[in-house]
């Protein structure tokens, strides 16, 4: 497939996308424009934002041939080892066949999957990640860093609502939600909805 051929699908794919928002707005690890094709591909990149393995994302990649067919993927992935995996949402209907598809991924170095309703909607991750999101334009001042942290170091983990009261300079929520996103502290996000007693943990650099 040639290189122009290549763009003209892309922009099509980009243009359908941007048609409509959808929500949260906010991202913390994609690189790049953020269009997205449905509610469902929205929903799977607040999980990326959310996985400690993925370094950084992009949506609507160039696209690849896969048994005569060209595909442009929801996302393409970059994890922390240097990996690249191409994916796409659950309520996507692929034109070609996954495994060709999959087998053309390997042809560029890369990996593909495509995700299946259950990996993002049967447990309460894509709820707290929503959640978190909110606030993903939000930067913690390095006086209220320093306090958390420093509690964290002396008690191992804090409660949620413990951990609120380090917050001097800027709202608490959207502060431990930034902590969050950005890789300074973990909470479970799997198990319930965040709470007061949510156990807050340091993460080590």
């Given at each position: 497939m040639g290189i122009a051929k290549q763009a003209a699908m892309l922009?099509?794919?980009?243009?359908?996308?941007?048609?409509r928002s959808?929500?949260?707005?906010?991202?913390?690890?994609?690189?790049?424009?953020?269009?997205?094709?449905?509610?469902?591909?929205?929903?799977?990149?607040?999980?990326?934002?959310?996985?400690?393995?993925v370094a950084s994302w992009r949506c609507m990649p160039m696209p690849f041939g896969a048994g005569g067919i060209a595909h442009v993927p929801d996302f393409q992935v970059f994890d922390e080892e240097g990996g690249i995996l191409y994916l796409d949402a659950?309520?996507?209907?692929?034109?070609a066949d996954v495994a060709d598809i999959a087998s053309e991924a390997v042809h560029l170095n890369a990996r593909y999957r495509l995700l299946e309703r259950a990996e993002v909607y049967d447990s309460f991750r894509l709820r707290n990640a929503r959640d978190l999101l909110r606030y993903a334009g939000t930067v913690t001042p390095l006086g209220d860093r320093l306090r958390l942290l420093a509690a964290l170091d002396e008690h191992g983990s804090l409660p949620l609502a413990e951990?609120?009261?380090?917050?001097?300079?800027?709202?608490?929520?959207p502060g431990i939600a930034s902590l969050i996103l950005h890789g300074y502290v973990e909470v479970d996000l799997d198990d319930a909805p965040l709470g007061p007693e949510t156990a807050v943990r340091r993460i080590s650099r």
């Open positions: 922009r099509a794919a980009r243009n359908s996308a941007s048609i959808y929500h949260p707005a906010g991202t913390v690890k994609c690189d790049g424009v953020r269009l997205f094709r449905s509610q469902a591909a929205r929903d799977v990149g607040c999980l990326l934002d959310v996985n400690p393995s659950p309520d996507r209907i692929v034109s951990c609120l009261k380090a917050f001097q300079e800027t709202r608490p929520v």
